[in-house]
Each structure stands twice: as structure tokens, then as C-alpha cells.
T-cell receptor, first 110, second 115 residues
Framework: QQPVQSPQAVILREGEDAVINCSSSKALYSVHWYRQKHGEAPVFLMILLKGGEQKGHDKISASFNEKKQQSSLYLTASQLSYSGTYFCGTSSGSARQLTFGSGTQLTVLP | GAGVSQSPRYKVAKRGQDVALRCDPI?????LFWYQQALGQGPEFLTYFQNEAQLDKSGLPSDRFFAERPEGSVSTLKIQRTQQEDSAVYLC?????????????FGPGTRLTVL
């Protein structure tokens, strides 16, 4: 089942902060975050694993609440380059493929 | 190359034609995934390879879809007798590890339009 992302869209001014949430009804093993700009490949940002391990980007942080099957991506001091659509992808158990949410469109204005 | 490459980038097909989409993963990456992305939606899983073995094809929407990776590197997704509902961006992703969950690196995709 597809994870639910919120908000669907957000508009910020440069320098402002944003939080994007991802919630699943299934027990999760990992949560992956990607950013995709129009017509381009999704770019890896962060992976959070059950048990607390994280791998990712220096300027982006995220949390993973295993009990609630929720993850949040924190974007601080946003830059114009942060604009794009953010997707969370989740995996459960031994499955290697990701199930993606429908995305959060982030627009950063000057 | 430095990243995952896909070709062609754009493909227009008439309904009923067969198409073949190619993916060159990052050298040395064991795992390869195909996803389908409809406009305004997140990618949806189609199939997964570990080296040349197709371990999961549960996401393929019909028996018109076929994927292969015969030598464990380049992969081809073939769609037979294309239909309008096949119009989408087809993304390929590769990952280095086989035994743990790791980041997947995506290619730019092939945008397929079926007329």
C-alpha cells in the first residue's frame, strides 16, 4: 500500500524551513527520500533504516518513528535549488523494491 | 559512465507496436530495478534483478511487459503491442549491495508516448 505524504504542496521563501511527512499503514524496514526536478531523475537524499541507522545528505535531516511507521524530512534554511517534488519510498521486510508516495511539491521563492 | 543511463530518452509509438527500453546501470551495481512513473505520481515498481536473475516481477502490469538482464549488467524492458495506458516515464535504478537495503540511483528515464 502506498505511503501517504503531506503536505501535497508547499511554497516557501528562501531561508525558511519546511517539514515533509510520510506515513505508512505497513510495518517499515526502511524509508528513502528523493527529490525530483521536472524531467529529471529522482536524486537520492536520505535513507533511514529500522534500528536507527541513517545515510544521507549533510544539509538535510530526517526522522523515522518505527512504532508509528512515520518519517519526516526537515529542510532548513531553504535555498532556491531545493525546489522540486519530494518523494518518500518505503520498503518492508526483505523486499528490495520501494513503494513511493505521490510526492510533495516544494517551491522556494526568492 | 558516472551514473545510470537510459535510452532512448523519448519514444513515440503507435498503438500495437512493440518497444524496447534500455538501461545501463552504474558499473558494479548488483541490483537493478524498473519503475513506471505516471504524470504527477510517484514511481511504481515493475521488476527487480539481482545480477542476471529476475527475483521479482510482481509489478509488471500484464504479460505484454517483459524484462531481461542476460549478463547481469545492461537491462532491457520490452513492451509488446503497446496500449495508450502504457504511456508513462519508465525509470531504471541500480544499487550496489545485494544483502542490505541501500540507496537506489535512478536514471533520467524514458518517456513513452503511445498514440
Amino acid at each position: 500500500q502506498q505511503p501517504v505524504q503531506s503536505p501535497q504542496a508547499v511554497i516557501l521563501r528562501e531561508g525558511e524551513d519546511a517539514v515533509i511527512n510520510c506515513s505508512s499503514s505497513k510495518a517499515l524496514y526502511s524509508v528513502h527520500w528523493y527529490r525530483q526536478k521536472h524531467g529529471e531523475a529522482p536524486v537520492f537524499l536520505m535513507i533511514l533504516l529500522k534500528g536507527g541507522e541513517q545515510k544521507g545528505h549533510d544539509k538535510i535531516s530526517a526522522s523515522f518513528n518505527e512504532k508509528k511507521q512515520q518519517s519526516s524530512l526537515y529542510l532548513t534554511a531553504s535555498q532556491l535549488s531545493y525546489s522540486g517534488t519530494y518523494f518518500c519510498g518505503t520498503s518492508s521486510g526483505s523486499a528490495r523494491q520501494l513503494t513511493f508516495g505521490s510526492g510533495t511539491q516544494l517551491t522556494v521563492l526568492p | 559512465g558516472a551514473g545510470v543511463s537510459q535510452s532512448p530518452r523519448y519514444k513515440v509509438a503507435k498503438r500495437g507496436q512493440d518497444v524496447a527500453l534500455r538501461c545501463d546501470p552504474i558499473s558494479g551495481h548488483v541490483s537493478l530495478f524498473w519503475y513506471q512513473q505516471a504524470l504527477g505520481q510517484g514511481p511504481e515498481f515493475l521488476t527487480y534483478f539481482q545480477n542476471e536473475a529476475q527475483l521479482d516481477k510482481s509489478g509488471l502490469p500484464s504479460d505484454r511487459f517483459f524484462a531481461e538482464r542476460p549478463e547481469g549488467s545492461v537491462s532491457t524492458l520490452k513492451i509488446q503491442r503497446t496500449q495508450q495506458e502504457d504511456s508513462a516515464v519508465y525509470l531504471c535504478a541500480s544499487s550496489f549491495h545485494r544483502t542490505s537495503v541501500n540507496e537506489q540511483f535512478f536514471g533520467p528515464g524514458t518517456r513513452l508516448t503511445v498514440l
